[in-house]
């Protein structure tokens, strides 16, 4: 079992940057965490997270502007910079086991999620 927590959301103006935290608590196993975000009536989509070789990849659409950082193998952080107004979305931390591998990208490999943060950037 693995419970999740977000924090960090808010409003920020375009332009701005904004730092989203996820902390994990487990029961035991590996697992792999990812940042997701969905607006509504959309599917969740991938933001950030590490691939097969253990490195930090990006979305297209954030690439250059989003880093990930690790403090530990519980804490997952997802900085925001250069914010866009289409950057406005529930943000979710999610948790997958350490040996699902492929498909990275895919919500469906991911078991476990946390409630989200919202985070509205202004024009």
């Known amino acids: 079992q693995v419970q999740l927590m977000e924090s960090g959301g808010g409003s920020v103006q375009s332009g701005g940057s904004l730092r989203l935290s996820c902390s994990a608590s487990?029961?035991?196993?590996?697992?792999?965490l990812a940042w997701f975000r969905q607006l509504p009536g959309d599917q969740r989509e991938w933001v950030a997270g590490?691939?097969?070789?253990?490195?930090a990849v990006f979305a297209d659409s954030v690439k250059g502007r989003f880093f990930i950082s690790q403090e530990t193998a519980n804490t997952l952080y997802l900085q925001r910079t250069k914010l866009r107004p289409e950057d406005t979305a529930m943000y979710y931390c999610?948790?997958?086991?350490?040996?699902?591998?492929?498909?990275?990208?895919?919500?469906?490999?991911?078991?476990?999620w946390g409630k989200g943060t919202q985070v509205t950037v202004s024009s």
């Open positions: 999610a948790a997958r086991p350490a040996h699902r591998t492929n498909s990275y990208r895919s919500p469906q490999m991911y078991d476990y």
């Open positions: 487990t029961s035991g196993g590996n697992y792999i």
């Open positions: 590490f691939n097969t070789a253990n490195n």
